[in-house]
């Protein structure tokens, strides 16, 4: 069956330095690929969408890699600031339907 | 504009009994769809219905249904409530069903079955 993971552990880092978060699939071949936030209490917000052939895509701070060899994708935010601290799910695309991680939480210090 | 609104934010059921959790978008989308949330689990689909008049089983359909009332309101029906149905409910919409759609999710309903 289709299987997502995501850092097992919470991410804390300093203010400033890059997070790297991780989203590893298996048993499935996603050719696109999405990245939400999702703050306590609240729903996901859509962050970054990549296609397979993309390889890499920025936006602003975020950068997504996505690598259909490795069946990973890497989720860098960086400089970053106590307000990206959230929790942050990846979302490989199947057949028109979302299959969601478990997410990573980020906490970023001050 | 509101996006994505849901009724109630929180809802505490005894087994056995039924409920119907509410979900309208105001953004004019063809698509809506129903996610549990539990933890360490991610967002796991219910049912989504890719156009007005549609719907479709997702991943855990067992013990729900749904009804696409028009093309703004998407409810999801509990009729007998069970203690493993205990979970954070999300509604979303995306102005299509593709995979180069974004999703704009609701601020979720806090179920408990007692």
């Known amino acids: 069956s289709q299987k997502i993971e995501q850092n097992s552990e919470a991410l804390n880092i300093q203010e400033g330095k890059t997070a790297t978060l991780t989203c590893n699939y298996t048993n499935y071949s996603p050719a696109y690929l999405q990245w939400y936030r999702q703050d306590p209490g609240r729903g996901p917000v859509f962050l970054l969408l990549i296609r397979e052939n993309e390889k890499e895509k920025r936006k602003e701070r975020l950068k997504v890699t996505f690598d259909t060899t490795l069946k990973q994708s890497l989720f860098h935010i960086t400089a970053s600031q106590p307000a990206d601290s959230a929790t942050y799910l990846c979302?490989?695309?199947?057949?028109?339907?979302?299959?969601f991680g478990a997410g990573t939480t980020v906490t970023v210090r001050a | 504009n509101a996006g994505v609104t849901q009724t109630p934010k929180f809802q505490v059921l005894k087994t056995g009994q039924s409920m119907t959790l509410q979900c309208a978008q105001d953004m004019n989308h063809n698509s809506m769809y129903w996610y549990r949330q539990d933890p360490g689990m991610g967002l796991r689909l219910i049912y989504y219905?890719?156009?007005?008049?549609?719907?479709d089983k997702g991943e855990v359909p067992n013990g729900y249904n749904v009804s696409r009332l028009n093309k703004r309101e998407f409810s999801l029906r509990l009729e007998s409530a069970a203690p493993s149905q205990t979970s954070v409910y999300f509604c979303?919409?995306?102005?299509?069903?593709?995979?180069?759609?974004?999703?704009?999710f609701g601020p979720g309903t806090r179920l408990t079955v007692t």
């Open positions: 219905s890719a156009s007005e008049g549609t719907t």
């Open positions: 979302a490989p695309i199947n057949d028109y339907k979302l299959s």
């Open positions: 979303a919409s995306s102005e299509l069903a593709g995979v180069a759609y974004e999703q704009y």
